[in-house]
């Protein structure tokens, strides 16, 4: 729950940081308190306004609460508000970036990858992307019909080809289509989405890279939402499998922002070659580069950036290291588990039935009806039915070939079927699937 006494944690390390600066001159700024109050008081009420997304009923989209120690340490920051283009703007937390990229590169099995943190997962595409068109000038990027959907929206944005290619029934990248659009050619790169957005598939990884390889093209990896969870131990053989070559790609994306426990402004871009890095070159007479030393902004699209984003995540990986079988894995687990229970709990229900096997921590169900239209009408209205009783969930449109494949049993009569999603992203959610299947399941009768 929300707890005010964690800002008495602050109050101490903010003593200590201030001890830092003790021998300038004093100087003191005027603030009006009582105003600053009542205008604080006034945002806390409008905030009410929001779902409980810090809360376990919370099982929509992919929120994930930040942890306190990421919080803390970004507030921590704010005093100093460093920014995190040049050195001369942050030091301490430009090398702390340095070091979230080195552990979130050896995660994947990268040593010293070049990388940086960006504001989110789409910058963070935008900047690999950038790079596959500065290598491949002029050839199409490829990405499933099922990747997140800025993919062909930042293809436009570099003037790049873009082409979704076909999904199977498990809304992962489906091969043959792949190897028919590469043998077309013109192709630079294909994008491999680990973790799609709506049904949290992965793609099939291995054959993808085999491919790629045979003819000569990049392979992007966004994994975005899915990233971290090569350190999960929970995950089936297929899942470890795909991970297990991750290490292969040419480039990553992941979202500390989504399952690394970060508040939003934290993706990240990594690269296994720093060779990419003299692509970035630029002859700024305003840029303020001080040491021969790497700034951060030498290697990024962005230039100002919050240095916050990097001691947020420096003081979570300290707290919590990137390790198999650490805590933080554990929690990843969780929500695997979580996922698993609930798909299980959906099939013993009579009003739902899960769509597929989850292979992270996101489920897609739907209420048991006879045709396509009736789920969707079915879904709407126990998704409204759910929120009177504070349980949040998500809706998602999914197309209808693939909820024809996987529930034969239904008449497809639309092109899309509005099912419902949850995303089990917080560890919590794995003591609170029966109670989530509960309040589903007196929706779903007392609607009837
Ligand atoms: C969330 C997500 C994105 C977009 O990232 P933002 O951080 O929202 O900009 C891209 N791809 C995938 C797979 C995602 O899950």
């Known amino acids: 729950m929300i707890n005010p006494q964690e800002l008495d944690l602050l109050r101490d390390a903010l003593a200590t940081l201030a001890e830092g600066f003790t021998d300038l001159p004093d100087f003191s700024t005027d603030i009006d308190t009582e105003a600053v109050r009542d205008t604080l008081e006034l945002v806390a009420e409008k905030m009410r306004d929001n779902y409980p997304y810090f809360h ?39 090398a702390m970036e340095k070091e979230c990229i080195s552990a979130l590169g050896e995660m994947y099995g990268w040593d010293k990858p070049l990388g940086h943190l960006t504001g989110g997962g789409t910058m963070a595409n935008l900047e690999a992307l950038w790079v596959a068109g500065q290598l491949h000038p002029q050839k199409t990027i490829l990405a499933s019909s099922q ?52 049904l949290g598939a992965l793609d099939p ?95 990024s699209l962005e230039c100002s950036r919050p240095g916050a984003a990097a001691v947020a995540l420096w003081a979570t990986l300290k707290l919590f290291p990137l390790e198999s079988g650490g ?14 229970l609930f798909r299980d709990r959906m099939v013993q229900t009579k009003s739902f039935t899960p769509l597929l096997e989850p292979e992270l921590d996101i489920v897609v169900y739907l209420p048991r009806a006879a045709d396509s239209a009736t789920v969707s009408k079915r879904s709407r209205q126990i998704f409204e039915a759910v929120a009177a009783r504070d349980l949040h969930l998500a809706l998602a449109d999914i197309p209808v070939e693939i909820v024809h494949k996987n529930c034969p049993a239904f008449e497809p009569t639309t092109a899309t079927v509005s099912c419902l999603r949850s995303v089990f992203m917080k560890s919590e959610h794995r003591d609170w699937v029966e109670r989530i299947v509960r309040i589903l399941e007196q929706a779903a009768s007392g609607d009837a």
Request: aromatic letters at 10%; a negative charge.
């Open 327 to 340: 805590k933080f894995s554990s929690w990843l687990d969780d929500s695997l588990i979580a996922a698993q």
């Open 205 to 299: 990884l291995p054959d993808m890279l085999a491919l790629a390889k045979r003819f000569g093209v990049r392979l992007h990896v966004d994994a975005a939402y899915g990233g971290y969870f090569c350190l999960a131990t929970e995950l089936g053989a297929r899942q470890k499998a795909v991970f297990q070559c991750i290490d292969e790609v040419d480039s990553i994306v992941v979202d500390p922002h989504k399952h690394g426990l970060q508040p939003y402004g934290c993706g990240c871009v990594l690269f296994g070659d720093t060779g990419v890095g003299s692509l970035y070159k630029h002859g700024s007479p305003y840029t303020y580069f001080s040491s021969a030393d790497l700034h951060l902004g030498e290697i």
């Open 56 to 94: 376990p009923l919370y099982a929509g989209q992919m929120l994930k609460p930040p942890h306190t120690i990421a919080r803390l340490a970004y507030a921590l920051s704010l005093w100093i508000n460093p920014n995190n283009h040049a050195l001369d703007g942050g030091r301490a937390s430009s």
């Open 147 to 198: 990747a997140h959907y800025t993919h062909g929206r930042i293809s436009q944005v570099l003037a790049l080809p873009f082409k979704a290619v076909d999904v199977d029934q498990y809304g992962r990248m489906d091969l043959d289509a792949l190897e028919d659009e590469l043998r077309g050619g013109r192709v630079g790169t294909v994008v491999a989405t680990l973790g799609t957005p709506g």
